[in-house]
């Protein structure tokens, strides 16, 4: 099994910047995609950013431009750093990945427990 933990979170002003971290553990053969997700109060959780093994990123249009995602291979560790943050970020924050799994080796999908961002007018 492999696990995931968040770290990085907290309260910031708007205009402001974070960055949050993403570990993964355990039984880990491979990592495909890492993403973050969030999930704002009486709202759907939607994807923020996603990086694939390789390198590749896509990312929401309410972000782009502000947060940047990026990876540590070696670290099995994807990193978000967000820029000129604002109140409408305010979310608690998941981090995902997928890959291969276990022994025996398993393609899976596994969630962190979701750190907590507030932006303050």
């Known amino acids: 099994q492999v696990q995931l933990v968040e770290s990085g979170g907290g309260l910031v002003q708007a205009g402001g910047s974070l960055r949050l971290s993403c570990a993964a553990s355990?039984?880990?053969?491979?990592?495909?995609?890492m993403a973050w997700y969030r999930q704002a109060p009486g709202k759907q959780r939607e994807l923020v950013a996603r990086?694939?093994?390789?390198?590749?990123?896509n990312y929401a249009d309410s972000v782009k431009g502000r947060f940047t995602i990026s990876r540590d291979n070696a670290k099995n560790t994807v990193y978000l750093t967000m820029n000129n943050l604002k109140p409408e970020d305010t979310a608690v924050y998941y981090c995902?990945?997928?890959?291969?799994?276990?022994?025996?080796?398993?393609?899976?999908?596994?969630w962190g427990q979701g750190t907590l961002v507030t932006v303050s007018p």
């Open positions: 355990g039984s880990i053969f491979s990592i495909n995609v």
């Open positions: 990086i694939s093994s390789g390198g590749s990123t």
């Open positions: 995902n990945a997928d890959g291969f799994f276990g022994e025996p080796h398993r393609y899976l999908e596994v």
